[in-house]
Structures are given as structure tokens and as C-alpha cells.
């Protein structure tokens, strides 16, 4: 069960980063879009679509990582009392009873829209510029396998967690900015006591 847990955090570790990059090309997009707008008076016609294409799949495809990371969010006053094996159990069976039902109508209902949206090649109606949108349909259907391969390495991890009463969490591989910054600050408070401390 660990190595499939590694495997599918891993894997959805691969494909958030990866698609992450989107932010950047979003970022270039929406600034060229604003200088040419306001500076030339010379608007584009895909940068509308192009961003809301470049959003949803950033969203769609980061949505496996985030659920490695323990990362969406969950109404936990109470949930955060529980032993972990409580824990464990309770998200067993939610996880049994709703989300493997919902990812798979996303996957096979993404996979109909998809096939659909590929066999006429489908572009978008929101702009002159007729963008391409039958790619940004199959994402639908990826972004859900990801999901049901992180999904099943969930469920072993609450089926470890309820033998061993422990999580097994994710391997480390981001740091949120405030805690950065407090531990630096913190270490940079440490050095200046040492250094002022009286030999």
C-alpha cells in the first residue's frame, strides 16, 4: 500500500507543478492583452478564452496534488477533536460514498463531452478568434483519472492510518511563504541572542 501511495503522490506531484507553469503563461498573456488594449488601443480577440482556458486547466489538472497535500478545504472544527483513527474511518467511508461516485460521472461524462467536442472540433463561441477548445474537454477527462488514482491512495492511507493510528503524510516539497518567513525570522532572532549573550 506505501508504494502506491508514493506512487500516486508522486505522480500528481508531477502533474500539479507541471501544469502550474500556467500561471506564468496566464500572467504574460493577460499583460500583453492589458498593454495592447490600453497602450494601442488594439484589443485581442483570444485572450479572454485563452485565459479561461489556461485557468480551468490549471484548476482541473492541480486538483490530485491538492488532495495529496491534504490541500482542500474541509470543514473541520470538529473533525480536527477526533482520534485519528475516527479521522481515518470518516473519511473511509465519505470518501466510498461520495467522492469515488462524483469522479467517476466526471470521468465518464467528461469522457462523452470530450469525444464529442474531438469529433467536430469544437472552438470557442465567445470570440472572433474561433480558439480551439476540444483539447481543454480531454482535460476533463484526465484530470479525473488523477483524481481516482489519488483517490484509491487515500483510501490506503486512511485504511494504514485506522491500523496504526498514525497519518502517513506526503513527502515534503513545498513550504507555505509565512512559514518560510517565520522560521528565518525566528533563526535571525536566535543568531542575534547568541551573538548578543555575554561571553
Not at 500516486?8 to 507541471?18: H, I, M, V, W, Y
Request: aromatic fraction near 16%; include cysteine; charged fraction near 15%.
Amino acid at each position: 500500500m506505501i508504494w502506491y501511495i508514493r506512487f500516486a503522490d508522486r505522480l500528481s506531484a508531477f502533474f500539479g507543478k507541471t501544469f502550474g507553469w500556467l500561471i506564468i503563461l496566464m500572467t504574460f498573456g493577460m499583460a500583453y492583452e492589458v498593454m495592447v488594449r490600453y497602450l494601442f488601443n488594439r484589443p485581442t480577440p483570444w485572450a479572454l478564452d485563452l485565459s479561461f482556458i489556461m485557468y480551468g486547466t490549471l484548476f482541473m489538472m492541480g486538483g490530485a496534488y491538492t488532495l495529496s497535500r491534504n490541500g482542500h478545504v474541509r470543514g473541520d472544527f470538529l473533525y480536527r477533536t477526533w482520534r485519528p483513527q475516527t479521522q481515518a474511518f470518516v473519511d473511509l467511508v465519505l470518501y466510498i460514498t461520495f467522492f469515488f461516485p462524483g469522479i467517476l460521472a466526471l470521468v465518464f461524462t467528461g469522457w462523452k463531452y470530450a469525444s464529442r467536442s474531438w469529433g467536430y472540433g469544437e472552438v470557442s463561441v465567445n470570440s472572433p478568434a474561433g480558439i480551439p477548445i476540444y483539447q481543454f474537454k480531454a482535460v476533463i477527462v484526465a484530470a479525473g483519472l488523477l483524481l481516482l488514482i489519488q483517490g484509491l491512495a487515500q483510501v490506503f492511507r486512511c485504511i494504514l492510518c485506522m491500523r496504526t493510528g498514525t497519518w502517513l503524510e506526503a513527502e515534503e516539497d513545498v513550504e507555505e511563504t509565512e512559514q518560510l518567513l517565520m522560521r528565518q525570522a525566528a533563526e535571525e532572532a536566535a543568531a542575534k541572542a547568541n551573538a548578543a549573550a555575554p561571553r
